[in-house]
């Protein structure tokens, strides 16, 4: 087996609705292939774990990459502050990371198009360039928090910052230039198995395990009342790192640079539990190593950041310890590096009808690669040139955004996989819309809250629940009117699912556009309100902040 790439060949099927033909052909992964023609059934073991190794990749990069410098932060900070006694959000945010991501890896492997084109072509030129810019402003100051995390962690292992940085850019970028995207996911693959690391780290400082497992399944709100506004709002960081909107544009579209087809969708669905596993292992060890690292220290509480966190490691465990997790420290910023500039990417090139596919070299794909490069080199460059004190801003402020828009990314998620002329048989069903309906309550209110804590900063604890209150008063009414709607509408036939197998999407141009209702309408525009008028606001605010510093 070589990194040839052969070429692909051209769409002929009237079907297709793949937008750029190197997303068809043979299945070209980091550990194994599947040809295009190759259609057997797989019997026995050794063959399903084949396939299986053939098509890991998208979830698995997806989820380690969710465990960036953004991450190590936001569980460094929870272990250090409260120790394990948030480790119940994690298994909580299990259920919400594969429904989401499912629903995802669906619309990538049905439609073969890309998040980005199929909220422009199904809802409009608005939502689509909404979508788009939202997404590469908030992914650009994502990467620039990548490049924070490379910056800490060579500054611990006491490496120069501008020769650190220079450096990560070119291998983050060089990655992805070889025109192969088999060599690009087995070196992916390889940062992964870095990302385990943390296991051995957890070990050698010694955790309660006991006390992590009680933690894990019991939820508690540490503090008491006069914290709870500081308690929800690491929450809230909590879901915005681990729920973040740019997965869900990169699954897709990785899922159908990949060329995985529907046929291959219980493997890919392997593929997600295997990194939601292991993101959620990580996570757990990190909340657990620093709380046993900081409790009863005078760090304890004192949260800084990540070199702060493998500075208290060292002096707990040893010079080893520290050491390791600035590597996995440095690991992790790379693979969030990949994973968001891909997205973004990817995107442009759907939106705008460029070629967009690892598959291809850089000659054929000019735009695609200028777009990844660009962005990798602009958070480089940002880095380098800002103060300690804006980098800190700007990670804050890309929390903030992240935890706001991140309801709308999940609403245009559930309209798009209840769309039938896209999805056909492989729509949604009732109890998949019913839970989805109820994170995405969930997250509106955490949005709301968020963004009343920064233009509030001394927003109280009674301030927050009477925001909850309200609602989840809203929610129940909502709901309430939706369970009314389908009962008094005209029961519709039940969606026949066989030989979805074989199903694709048609080409988007002979699809006809989803009817919006009076009520699909309203809930639009105030989602729309909702949003222009929290960015505007959260943006003031920080640039107030930056003024005044």
Not at 116 to 122: F, G, S, T
Not at 306 to 328: N, Q, R
Not at 527 to 546: G, H
Request: hydrophobic residues 50%; neutral net charge.
């Amino acid at each position: 087996m070589t990194d040839t790439t052969m070429t692909p060949p051209s769409i002929s099927a009237p079907r297709a609705a793949v937008l750029d033909d190197a997303h068809v052909g043979d299945i070209q992964g980091a550990l194994g292939t599947i040809s295009l023609n190759d259609t057997d059934p797989r019997q026995g073991l050794s063959a399903k774990l084949k396939t299986l190794l053939a098509i890991v990749g998208p979830g698995l990069i997806v989820m380690v990459g969710d465990n960036d410098a953004g991450a190590f932060s936001t569980y460094g900070n929870a272990g250090q502050n409260y120790g394990t006694s948030l480790l119940w959000t994690l298994l909580l945010l299990v259920p919400v990371l594969y429904v989401n991501q499912e629903m995802v890896l669906r619309l990538g492997a049905v439609t073969g198009v890309g998040h980005a084109r199929l909220i422009l072509e199904r809802f409009g030129k608005f939502w689509g360039a909404f979508s788009v810019i939202d997404l590469f402003l908030l992914n650009a100051l994502t990467l620039v928090t990548e490049f924070i995390g490379i910056t800490l962690a060579a500054g611990y292992l006491g490496l120069p910052k501008v020769g650190s940085v220079i450096l990560a850019a070119a291998i983050i970028i060089a990655s992805a230039f070889t025109g192969s995207f088999r060599r690009f996911e087995r070196i992916a693959v390889a940062l992964c198995a870095g990302s385990l690391l943390l296991v051995p780290i957890y070990f050698m400082v010694h955790p309660k395990t006991s006390q992590m497992a009680h933690d894990f399944v019991v939820p508690s709100m540490p503090g008491g009342s006069g914290e709870l506004a500081t308690v929800m709002l690491l929450i809230i960081s909590i879901v915005g790192t681990t729920v973040a909107p740019w997965q869900l544009f990169f699954q897709q579209s990785y899922v159908i640079d990949k060329r995985i087809t529907p046929r291959f969708m219980k493997y890919e669905k392997a593929d997600l539990w295997i990194g939601i596993v292991i993101v959620v292992v990580g996570a757990a060890a990190m909340m657990g190593f620093t709380a046993a690292a900081f409790t009863g220290t005078d760090g304890f509480g004192q949260f800084t950041d990540a070199a702060g966190i493998a500075k208290g490691l060292e002096d707990h465990a040893g010079k080893l310890v520290g050491v390791l997790f600035a590597i996995a420290l440095l690991d992790a910023s790379i693979i969030g590096a990949f994973a968001v500039s891909l997205s973004t990417a990817y995107a442009i090139g759907d939106v705008f009808g460029i070629k967009h596919s690892l598959h291809r070299g850089v000659g054929n794909a000019k735009g695609f690669y200028a777009v990844y490069a660009g962005l990798v080199a602009a958070a480089a460059i940002i880095v380098l040139a800002a103060s300690d004190s804006t980098l800190g801003l700007l990670t804050q402020g890309v929390q903030v955004l992240a935890g706001v828009l991140l309801p709308s990314a999940s609403v245009f998620l559930l309209l798009l996989c209840n769309d039938k002329e896209a999805l056909g048989p492989w729509v949604n069903g009732p109890k998949t819309n019913a839970f989805t309906s109820a994170v995405i309550g969930v997250l509106v209110t955490l949005s709301v809250i968020l963004t009343a804590s920064v233009l509030w900063p001394n927003i109280s604890s009674s301030a927050i629940l009477d925001i909850m209150a309200a609602c989840g008063v809203l929610g129940v009414l909502a709901a309430g009117f939706s369970f009314t709607r389908r009962r008094t509408a005209t029961k519709e036939d039940p969606i026949d699912r066989t030989g979805r197998e074989n199903w694709r999407m048609p080409p988007l141009e002979t699809l006809a556009r989803p009817t919006m209702s009076t009520a699909r309408k309203i809930g639009m525009g105030a989602l729309r309100t909702y949003l222009l008028v929290a960015m505007v606001l959260v943006v003031v605010k920080i640039v107030q902040v930056a003024i005044s510093q």
